[in-house]
């Protein structure tokens, strides 16, 4: 009686990375989405620069937006941008509707880590889902 063995780890190893690029493309969109609805709304610009990129190959995913105010909402700005680095005077400012300001900054609204917070545990729940179900 001969034994034969059966090498399956290129198929397995495929289907454990096709599980992965799945979860990544579910976590970062839900991410994207939810981002976005933490966005303060004027003009809706920051709200819909909000994307992400999945990054096959490295096996991650991006969530960002090129909008530079999407990076004053996140952090803040003068005396009230996040890490105490911001300008200590007032300035003044024309706004997209051609009105003028004058302000001290603007207090960080924190969307992007707000969406991470509020998400991380379901996220670590559905890839614990996910993975989990690899060996049935």
Request: proline residues 1%.
């Amino acid at each position: 009686m001969a034994v034969v063995f059966e090498d399956n780890s290129m198929r397995v190893k495929e289907a454990i990375n096709q599980c992965g690029i799945g979860w990544l493309y579910e976590a970062a969109g839900e991410l994207e989405a939810q981002v976005k609805r933490n966005t303060k709304v004027d003009t809706g610009q920051t709200k819909g620069s909000w994307e992400y990129s999945v990054n096959e190959d490295e096996g991650e995913a991006v969530i960002g937006s090129a909008y530079e105010n999407a990076i004053w909402e996140e952090f803040g700005t003068g005396e009230y941008a996040l890490n105490h680095d911001g300008r200590n005077k007032p300035w003044v400012y024309k706004d997209v509707h051609g009105n003028w300001h004058t302000t001290r900054g603007k207090k960080p609204r924190r969307a992007l880590w707000h969406a991470y917070t509020s998400l991380k545990s379901q996220l670590i729940n559905s890839a614990d889902e996910k993975f989990g179900g690899l060996g049935k």
